[in-house]
């Protein structure tokens, strides 16, 4: 036994390195993706915001989402000290943080809770797609978002306007 365990070291090894090259990959992808929606929507922090929730509502309700590969692959390697994990948290952390960066410079209200409101809802929703399908809880991910959107924009008396009174147009 102890031969094939010792040859089986090196192809284990390999394996985890192409999963951290992966998650790195990935994570310069969707570096892209932000990169895009700047590119379209320069110095506007509330479009480029809107933009990735479309982005995000339209992705989680494809037929062919599997879920999100950071999540996925976090479940199989537990060890919070795998270097894959360590990216895979690296990259989950980075993408918050620039959520909460564009909410703050819209002008959103409380950007921190916002930004933890709208980075939960679409990762729920990437597992409510696999558990319940495209007309479970995740076909109303927009109108969710542009709900929590609408309760943290400011109004001229310093209060977030009434969501229903906000169609889901903008956001869509």
């Known amino acids: 036994?102890?031969?094939?365990?010792?040859?089986a070291r090196p192809v284990l090894a390999a394996g985890?390195?192409?999963?951290v090259k992966r998650a790195d990959l990935f994570c310069g992808s969707r570096g892209a993706s932000w990169?895009?929606?700047?590119?379209?929507?320069?110095g506007q922090p509330k479009e480029q915001l809107l933009a990735w929730l479309r982005f995000i509502a339209e992705f989680?309700?494809?037929?062919?989402?599997?879920?999100?590969?950071?999540?996925n692959a976090a479940v199989e390697l537990?060890?919070?000290?795998?270097?894959a994990r360590r990216v895979?948290?690296?990259?989950?952390r980075q993408h918050r943080e620039l959520i909460i960066e564009l909410c703050r410079k819209a002008g959103l209200l409380d950007p921190e809770l916002l930004a933890?409101?709208?980075?939960l809802?679409?990762?729920?929703?990437?597992?409510?797609?696999?558990?319940?399908?495209?007309?479970?809880?995740?076909?109303?991910?927009?109108?969710?978002f542009q709900t929590l959107v609408a309760a943290h924009t400011p109004t001229g008396c310093g209060r977030p306007p009434d969501p229903s009174a906000l169609g889901h147009e903008e956001l869509l």
């Open 1 to 7: 036994m102890k031969p094939l365990a010792s040859a």
């Open 16 to 19: 985890f390195s192409r999963r």
């Open 35 to 42: 990169a895009e929606i700047e590119r379209v929507h320069p």
């Open 60 to 71: 989680k309700l494809g037929t062919t989402e599997r879920g999100c590969a950071f999540a």
């Open 78 to 83: 537990p060890d919070p000290n795998h270097p």
């Open 88 to 92: 895979i948290e690296e990259c989950k």
């Open 116 to 119: 933890d409101e709208l980075f």
């Open 121 to 144: 809802l679409s990762e729920g929703a990437r597992v409510s797609m696999q558990s319940l399908g495209p007309r479970g809880p995740a076909e109303r991910l927009a109108e969710m």
